[in-house]
């Protein structure tokens, strides 16, 4: 039985959120929540993600569509996996190059860019217990109810590093949906212009059967002898 906190998040532009890796939002988000199972569970990534597989089993939504940048030079691994699975997915290198201060040095990696389309349940658990320790390690990582998330490359600044990587821009439209993983793979962000999930009262009737709301924003819900 998960125990979760959930927070609205203020609808600001440009990573406002703290979304962590370069992520922009390309149209106009109704509402935000931060949803997290580690500051009450000690294995915060594990049971974030179990949890996030159970509540996305439970929305009943396929095919779900499952984004996220590898930097760790493993195209050949995950290109084996899908295809020994027959997963549908689709790959975009971007040559990115960075430089560092002063030092004249350039150098060139390739960032592969994966979408994978899931069809059902057994799909979910495979690409997520599969590839989710990518959020973990702070990669983008994303989970849409619709083909929405696009890739560029922009530069971005990381301590004294100047970066070209490859940068998420999510299309809005109506009824979108979709599910960034947060820092160190703790929790996500719900982010949403579905009324299914809108007011907050409405997101709490979704849930999977046991789920236990521990907080909500800045109010505690559970006593003493309930945690």
């Not at 009450?40 to 396929?62: P, W």
Request: proline share 3%; net charge negative; charged share 25%.
């Amino acid at each position: 039985m998960a125990k979760i906190m959930i927070m609205e998040e203020k609808i600001i532009e440009k990573d406002a959120m703290n979304l962590g890796y370069p992520f922009e939002m390309g149209g106009e988000l109704t509402t935000a929540y931060f949803i997290d199972v580690s500051r009450i569970e000690k294995d915060g990534a594990d049971e974030n993600k179990e949890f996030l597989i159970e509540f996305l089993i439970h929305q009943q939504v396929f095919p779900l569509y499952i984004s996220f940048v590898d930097e760790y030079g493993l195209h050949e691994e995950h290109d084996a996996f899908f295809k020994q699975n027959k997963l549908s997915y689709v790959v975009l290198d971007l040559d990115t190059q960075f430089r560092s201060g002063e030092v004249k040095v350039r150098y060139k990696e390739y960032h592969p860019c994966y979408t994978i389309t899931v069809q059902n349940a057994e799909e979910l658990r495979l690409v997520l217990n599969k590839t989710y320790w990518l959020a973990s390690e702070n990669l983008l990582y994303t989970v849409s109810y619709s083909d929405n998330l696009s890739f560029k490359l922009g530069e971005t600044k990381w301590w004294r590093l100047k970066l070209i990587r490859p940068i998420g821009v999510l299309t809005m439209h109506p009824n979108m949906t979709c599910f960034k993983i947060a820092h160190d793979g703790n929790g996500f962000y719900l982010l949403s212009n579905d009324e299914s999930y809108i007011p907050i009262e409405h997101l709490m009737t979704r849930f999977p059967k046991g789920t236990v709301i521990s907080q909500i924003n800045d109010d505690w819900l559970l006593d003493d002898e309930t945690d």
